[in-house]
């Protein structure tokens, strides 16, 4: 193995690695991010009566995530970050998205007429990050480190909610919270960090693989790994483009228009932190070219998931747990994640078999690295010293945004697309802090206009 220049890494931004250490390091990315791309898809559909149609709308959604991450990694014509950015499906859009589909159905719409309209208007839509990525420049103004270190920590604490529930069991598990549950989860956990604290390299590659796989084998030894039958029987499925047709609605498509501007404030904080963690600088016009080529690529990954049939994508924070567990930010492991990703969508018994991996095991696994995600977003927040100002963003958008996550039932006064808008923390903080940064002047004005005025007397 070729030691990279970036001092804490196994392997640089452009290191060229061997196709074995490539292989494992992917892997890690595609366990820690495949329940997350899968998961919208299986919601929608369940909740839109598409149930004949979940099959393909899984493996759309991973071999669309596989192109949007193959894209980013390769950084072609500017379009891409040129860093590890997996794109997987949007938990964002999940609620505009299921109130749209809900309201085609009320008018009597078929499963192809609901689609037809979703993916209408998330192809309309995903102009809006392409055109947003062309003035990336004021942007930054806007997004500094307390903003997107506000939003990266936020991101990190949405997610480890997520691993907490899996390590439980999963959502509706009938043994949630079961010690053996906790049991496995925990074993998991060890062994991911007795791995990557290891001075053998191969050690801290494998880490998360190694931890998912002695996982798996505690539950098969101890009969908590049950096999489930195959999603579908198919074991091979072409895409097509626009399978469903296309229309188009003012009514559902403002919602998912605001989504995707939210999504854009994700994707930067989401960007920072992954050049953070790939030792890259976060200011300057070589990262404003990166977070417009990343943008960008969001919004071209968004337009195939519209023609693929796949629900809107945006970067992944998963990926940036793992990054910094193995040690390994070459791009072209990136390459490597999004043909696996596409392999997964055209060959849906391997997506399967992923799948069988128990919940505890799961959130044991990503536990560690979406805390890692958190533990980013206080870097990228304290680059520079905070002061009263910056501390009053911080807890303002914290406390706000971490409350209306924690009793979501404070909206249910409102409007739907209020809920779905501002039901969560990141989108809620995310937003309070912009405007905040924006409104309250800073002490260096606050210091001129003092000195101004006792300069006039």
Not at 26 to 38: F, P, T
Not at 219 to 240: D, E, F, I, N, R
Request: hydrophobic share 55%.
């Amino acid at each position: 193995m070729s030691h990279s220049d970036e001092k804490g890494l196994l392997y640089g931004l452009e290191a060229r690695i061997g196709p074995v250490p490539a292989f494992f390091a992917a892997l890690q990315h595609v366990l820690a991010s495949v329940v997350g791309i899968i998961t919208p898809p299986l919601i929608i559909g369940s909740v839109l009566g598409l149930q004949a149609y979940i099959p393909y709308l899984i493996s759309m959604s991973l071999l669309v995530s596989g192109l949007g991450t193959f894209i980013q990694a390769r950084r072609f014509m500017g379009i891409g970050a040129g860093i590890i950015c997996l794109q997987g499906t949007s938990f964002a859009f999940l609620g505009v998205i299921l109130s749209g589909g809900l309201m085609v159905k009320a008018r009597g719409g078929s499963p192809e007429e609901i689609m037809a309209m979703i993916f209408g208007c998330n192809l309309i839509a995903a102009l809006i990050p392409m055109l947003i990525s062309r003035c990336i420049a004021p942007l930054r103004k806007v997004l500094t480190p307390v903003v997107t270190g506000t939003v990266i920590t936020l991101i990190g604490i949405s997610l480890i909610k997520v691993s907490i529930t899996d390590w439980a069991g999963g959502h509706n598990a009938a043994d949630f919270g079961a010690p053996w549950n906790l049991a496995l989860g925990a074993l998991t956990l060890l062994v991911i960090v007795a791995l990557n604290r290891s001075r053998n390299r191969w050690a801290r590659l494998i880490a998360v693989v190694a931890g998912i796989a002695v996982g798996c084998i505690a539950a098969a030894l101890t009969g908590h790994l049950q096999l489930k039958p195959m999603a579908t029987s198919s074991w091979l499925v072409m895409p097509g483009f626009f399978r469903f047709g296309f229309n188009f609605d003012w009514a559902i498509f403002v919602p998912i228009a605001l989504v995707s501007v939210i999504s854009v404030i994700e994707a930067v904080g989401d960007l920072t932190a992954n050049c953070l963690l790939s030792r890259q600088p976060i200011e300057g016009e070589g990262f404003q070219r990166r977070l417009q080529g990343g943008i960008l690529a969001d919004g071209i990954s968004c337009v195939l998931a519209a023609m693929f049939s796949a629900f809107p994508n945006t970067t992944f924070a998963q990926n940036n747990g793992v990054i910094q567990m193995t040690g390994v930010a070459s791009r072209y492991v990136g390459m490597v994640i999004g043909l696996m990703l596409v392999l997964l969508g055209v060959f849906p018994v391997i997506g399967n078999l992923l799948q069988q991996i128990p919940p505890p095991v799961l959130g044991g696994a990503t536990l560690v690295m979406f805390g890692s995600v958190v533990a980013a977003g206080i870097r990228v927040m304290t680059q520079t010293p905070l002061g009263r100002r910056e501390m009053l963003i911080v807890a303002v958008s914290f406390g706000l945004g971490l409350g209306v996550e924690a009793v979501p039932d404070v909206l249910k006064q409102f409007p739907m697309i209020i809920t779905n808008l501002f039901g969560h923390a990141v989108t809620t903080g995310g937003i309070l802090a912009i405007v905040l940064n924006v409104m309250l002047p800073s002490e260096q004005n606050n210091a001129a206009l003092t000195t101004a005025a006792e300069d006039s007397h």
